[in-house]
């Protein structure tokens, strides 16, 4: 994943760009403003959020103005318009997993880190956010992790624990 600060200047690679024109080539002549939201992915995977300098090149990329971007960007959750840490980790906390522990779990989390919602570990390594439905309302509390999106069911302190661990190890192997 790429570093770049909150107004730094974004260049897309030659990769990205043909993975861009790919995405566009999907959608009718004149409608390449249907590609925003795969574009908008592939933008935050290489860079871990969406800065608006980034936001900015891809209005242009698709030649939109750049308020249909932000406009996107802010309305869907899935984006993060600020950096984020290694591991997000997002707890679904709607009606029927606050009713079996997704607050408890959330405070934990936030004890464990030692960050409130929307904050980065110094390390760089976690961050975390409640987030709406996660459709598995049977199997809460549930947290998915980003960027790959696994899924974690039946949340206990201690097995919010043990999932922090096993991601630290992985991290300190893995680099």
Not at 60 to 80: C, H, K, R, S
Request: proline share 5%.
């Amino acid at each position: 994943m790429l570093s770049v600060k909150d107004n730094e200047p974004v260049e897309f690679t030659e990769a990205m760009l043909g993975k861009f024109a790919e995405i566009v080539a999907r959608y009718p002549e004149g409608r390449q403003k249907s590609a925003l939201l795969p574009i908008l992915h592939e933008v935050q995977a290489v860079y871990g959020w969406l800065s608006v300098p980034a936001m900015d090149r891809v209005a242009a990329y698709l030649n939109i103005q750049p308020i249909e971007v932000y406009e996107v960007a802010t309305f869907y959750t899935m984006f993060f318009l600020r950096p984020q840490g290694k591991y997000t980790l997002e707890v679904c906390r709607t009606g029927p997993c606050c009713l079996v522990g997704a607050e408890r779990i959330m405070k934990h989390i936030e004890s464990r880190l030692g960050i409130k919602e929307g904050e980065v570990t110094a390390d760089g390594l976690f961050s975390w956010r409640g987030v709406e439905c996660l459709a598995a309302c049977g199997y809460g509390p549930v947290l998915q992790i980003g960027p790959s999106y696994t899924f974690y069911e039946n949340l206990t302190e201690e097995s919010v624990d043990k999932l922090i661990d096993e991601l630290k190890q992985q991290a300190s192997v893995n680099g």
